[in-house]
């Protein structure tokens, strides 16, 4: 390893495979072979002692929290004083990010995808009360199962007060707000971040806006939909206010991953219509639209638009779950659909509609 | 049995024993904190509590597999004096503990979910070619809440080294039937065990883990076994293997509530296709995740409530066909129509139940209702 002589030992499970896969700043990465149970893992230590209370952080950050998208911690590894001078941490062995813009416009699914899993990474991390602060593309990589991990927690926080000593983190990432002294750091900032990504995976090359110092002086960025004509526009519109220069006008990071995933399932929902114990119609992508006509009872017309099932067209006396229909409303999940009115008593006819509500599967 | 490790043990001054939770045919099973990392952890330790290949080979084998549904390994450790493996903490209990104490069966749709989350597990097992083994109710960590929200696969560890009890249990078998004693580690394998086990149990593989999955689909759906437990299910399976057919009984709810008679009609050709008498025509892990991609089923929130009003006479006498639920958190009452009941008969005013809420007028609707023990 680099720098002056390690202070501590290295327990005698691990065997170094790679003593300086990464350094950098005021620490350096290697890889070690943890024979106890046979498996890579990586080494994480702080070189420059000034800066141990980064990796402090970084190791109660890690140890407070359970994400599917957060790397795993395993170990801490102390020195001679009883300072911990190490830590160990899971060995992701899956793709980087790094040239990821040059698959974005092939593939809009897996670039929203990948910001579906930031999204809720940086989701998990906040409602655990924990602000990243250096969240950029060289931290973030996939697993071997392909489910992408945020890693190098170095510079996180606590949520609210905790005010910048040197505006430690990289800058075109960095929020304009960051760039006032003496600025406290906020979940709103990893948000930023999360908008500075989005432009990083679409695109070779920074907008200029993003680059000034303050970001966006001059003028507010341009649309991601510039870099990425093909994604839908609430998915644009969403990256787009996540790099708002006022703080408070951003999205949390929950809605940002609960819309992600919204769009994700988009045209994999089915519906389906019951009456007497059988399916009387299936919506889905293949037949997107109904007209449902009960003698003269009611008729009622539904539309699936890909998201939602929604009504289009009804007549006056057609209710679900006892409330009259009108065109626009969605049906729910499940629901059941009287038609004729409470004053017809049981020649009423019934049919439940039971929608589908997919998964993001990773 | 005396517990190895007493509340307050410190291993290796890492982990401290918090309480013993339970013991499984193979293991002992603590929670811990890690004082390290100021967590809790799981810390399992093999029943002779000797050093033993097979536990650590376990291990390794667990380590190497990282996945949002399987429980993560964490940290492994022998000496001459214990062993132990440490694992991530699920907050909850295990499929076969939640099924005998809180259900009478899972309604398809809660079914579909518990069993779309094991199969994302196995396919994650299965690219890493690693087979479980052992997979049973019991090697199934869910969380205590009412949707079993999380699902986490376990006991890769364990399942190695049951894997060799297993085999001589079964030589043993194969010698004197007697030998199947409520004891063995082989007793609570035997209702998931694939035909082929019995023949060849060394070459048994990955389409083993199907077959267990289909039985336990099967046991979600109806409450029970599909080949009964014990030396009942060594004979349906052979009697089954001799016919060459598998004559599984539909679950007795199945085509009694309209609003999911298509989802049962999906989910039990899945189930049939996993328990194929031929490892051959079984669907791999990816493809039972594709089919139940394809199946309709609400993931909605599930509530835990109390049947508070049920059949309520009209004027002309006739009972009326719905009641109301009351949440026991919230304490709102809300409507239900017997159709969305999933239980035995009819609904009977303070049994307790499980259920997603949907808006209606004047009431919101529940749908659909569990019925728990």
Redesign the interface.
């Known amino acids: 390893m680099n720098g002056p002589a390690p202070t501590f030992e290295l327990p005698s499970r691990y065997s170094v495979l790679d003593a300086n896969l990464a350094s950098g700043g005021f620490g350096s990465v290697a890889k070690l072979q943890d024979r106890f149970l046979d498996r890579a893992v990586l080494f994480k230590t702080i070189i420059d002692a000034d800066h141990s209370d980064q990796l402090l952080r970084e190791v109660r950050a890690l140890s407070r929290l359970r994400s599917r998208h957060v790397v795993d911690i395993y170990d801490v590894i102390q020195d001679r004083n009883g300072q911990i001078a190490g830590m160990v941490i899971e060995y992701l062995t899956g793709r980087d990010y790094s040239s990821f813009h040059s698959e974005a416009a092939k593939n809009a699914y897996a670039y929203m995808r990948t910001l579906y899993q930031l999204a809720a990474a940086i989701s998990d991390l906040h409602a655990a009360g924990i602000v990243h602060r250096d969240i950029k593309l060289e931290n973030l990589k996939d697993s071997a199962a392909g489910i992408l991990k945020l890693f190098d927690f170095g510079l996180s926080s606590p949520t609210g007060g905790y005010q910048t000593v040197n505006n430690r983190g990289t800058y075109v990432y960095a929020a304009p707000e960051l760039f006032v002294k003496g600025a406290t750091i906020t979940p709103e900032m990893d948000v930023y971040a999360f908008g500075v990504c989005a432009w990083a995976l679409a695109a070779p090359t920074w907008p200029t806006e993003l680059c000034e110092r303050p970001p966006q002086s001059s003028s507010k960025v341009c649309s991601i939909s510039k870099a990425l004509p093909q994604l839908p526009t609430e998915i644009a519109n969403l990256i787009d206010l996540s790099l708002s220069v006022d703080p408070r006008e951003r999205p949390p990071a929950s809605d940002l991953a609960t819309l992600l995933a919204k769009v994700l399932v988009r045209n994999s929902h089915r519906g389906n219509f019951i009456e007497s114990n059988r399916s009387i119609y299936e919506l889905s992508q293949q037949k997107t639209g109904v007209k449902l006509t009960i003698g003269n009872l009611g008729e009622l017309r539904v539309a699936y638009d890909g998201l939602v099932f929604r009504v289009t067209a009804v007549s006056v006396g057609v209710y679900a779950n006892n409330v009259q229909l009108a065109a626009g409303m969605v049906l729910h999940d499940s629901c059941v659909l009287t038609f004729g009115q409470p004053a017809l008593g049981a020649q009423r006819q019934f049919v439940s509609f039971f929608s589908s509500h997919p998964e993001v599967v990773l | 049995m005396a517990q190895r490790f007493a509340p307050g043990t410190l291993l290796i001054d890492r982990y401290l024993i918090d309480s013993y939770h339970n013991a499984g045919g193979m293991q002992e099973v603590y929670r811990c904190h890690?004082i390290?990392?100021?967590?809790p952890a799981v810390v399992k330790t093999p029943k002779d509590g000797v050093k033993d290949r097979r536990f650590?080979r376990g291990?390794?084998m667990g380590?190497?597999?990282?996945?949002?549904n399987i429980a993560?390994?964490?940290?492994?450790?022998?000496d001459e004096d214990v062993t132990f493996l440490v694992e991530?903490f699920v907050p909850g209990r295990d499929l076969g503990r939640r099924l005998s104490s809180d259900y009478y069966f899972l309604d398809p749709g809660l079914a579909a979910h518990v069993v779309?989350h094991i199969a994302?597990a196995l396919h994650?097992a299965h690219?890493?070619e690693i087979c479980h083994r052992d997979l049973k109710p019991s090697n199934v960590m869910v969380s205590d809440d009412a949707s079993l929200y999380t699902i986490k696969l376990t006991d890769f560890g364990i399942a190695k080294l049951a894997e060799s009890a297993i085999a001589t249990e079964m030589s043993e078998w194969k010698r004197d039937e007697a030998t199947l004693t409520t004891s063995s580690t082989l007793l609570g394998a035997v209702p998931y065990m694939a035909p082929e086990c019995w023949s060849d149990w060394k070459s048994a593989g990955q389409p083993m883990d199907i077959w267990a999955l289909g039985c336990i689909a099967y046991q979600l759906l109806s409450g029970n076994l599909p080949f009964g437990g014990g030396a009942v299910a060594i004979a349906n399976v052979v009697r089954a293997e001799a016919a060459g057919i598998v004559n599984l009984q539909k679950p007795a709810t199945f085509?009694t509530h309209?609003?999911?008679?298509?989802?049962e009609s999906d989910i039990w050709a899945l189930v049939l296709s996993c328990i194929a008498l031929d490892p051959a025509n079984r669907p791999s892990a990816k493809q039972v995740?594709e089919a139940c991609?394809a199946?309709?089923?609400?993931?909605?929130e599930r509530m835990l409530g109390e049947i508070i009003e049920y059949g309520i006479p009209y004027d002309s006498g006739v009972k009326r066909k719905t009641g109301r639920i009351r949440n026991l958190v919230s304490k709102s009452a809300d409507f239900f129509?017997g159709s969305e009941f999933y239980g035995s008969g009819i609904p009977k005013v303070g049994q307790k139940v499980s259920y997603?809420v949907?808006?209606?007028?004047?009431w919101?609707?529940c749908?659909?209702v569990l019925l728990l023990r």
């Open positions: 890690d390290s990392l100021d967590r650590r291990a390794e380590a190497r597999v990282n996945h949002p993560a390994t964490y940290d492994y450790y022998e991530e779309h994302r994650e690219r890493a085509g309209a609003s999911t008679i298509k989802l995740i991609d199946l309709c089923y609400s993931s909605s129509h997603s949907y808006p209606g007028a004047p919101d609707r749908s659909p």
